[in-house]
């Protein structure tokens, strides 16, 4: 059997009378507290120093994927913005241009009459020009049935141009006199009204550095 050791009688002045198994414990003892110590002060640090970077990694990871994914689309949809930019060509090609705009304003007014719509008010206001279009204003007054507005919007679609009207602060109720009184089964039909037509290549202004429109108007 092992003999006890007796702490209580030890000289600690004098470790180098410690019982040997004494003395290899506490060397056993301190060599884990070292490398505790070296673990805690070195080890520890760089370990979170590497979880950091691996999520740096992580998210760089992530974000070349996500740039590769769109780096491999980009061929695709530069050729279907193309298109777009095409068909778009095609559909502003099929607006008034500047030279049909007033005797397309006569037509609208003038099919207007046709359906049986009393004029009131027909005014054209200033243009608005925009990126590539512009807008015509038209404050208007008009005076007839419910039938014959129909036949309006319809006699505007026929016209050899594609005819845009957009409506603003338009109101449509029955006509009656100053007092409320209904006079007829007529409507009135009161506001501003917007038709657009295409901008000729002369007048829209090219973006900074930006080449010259190749795409030129049909007829």
């Known amino acids: 059997m092992s003999k006890k050791v007796d702490l209580r009688n030890l000289d600690f002045n004098n470790a180098g009378s410690f ?3 004494l003395k290899a414990g506490i060397a056993a003892l301190i060599a884990v507290l070292i490398l505790f110590l070296t673990w805690y002060v070195f080890i520890r640090g760089k370990l979170e120093e590497l979880e950091r970077l691996e999520g740096v990694e992580t998210s760089l990871r992530g974000q070349f994927e996500e740039k590769q994914a769109k780096a491999a689309n980009l061929e695709p949809l530069k050729e279907q913005l193309a298109q777009m930019e095409i068909m778009l060509q095609q559909m502003l090609r099929q607006l008034p241009s500047r030279t049909e705009m007033p005797d397309l304003i006569v037509d ?3 099919t207007a009459l046709a359906s049986g719509i009393a004029n009131e008010l027909f005014q054209p206001l200033p243009e608005i020009p925009r990126e ?22 319809s006699g505007v679609a026929t016209l050899p141009r594609v005819v845009i009207m957009t409506m603003h602060d338009i109101s449509l109720k029955p006509r009656a006199n100053r007092d409320g009184i209904r006079l007829d089964g007529s409507l009135v039909l009161e506001g501003t009204v917007k038709t657009y037509r295409y901008l000729d290549d002369d007048e829209v202004a090219p973006a900074p550095g930006a080449n010259p429109p190749a795409a030129r108007r049909g007829p």
């Open 19 to 21: 019982p040997p198994g």
């Open 132 to 153: 590539f279009y512009a807008e015509k204003p038209i404050a208007l007054r008009m005076v007839g049935s419910y039938h014959q507005f129909g036949a309006f919007v």
């Open 108 to 110: 609208i007014s003038q």
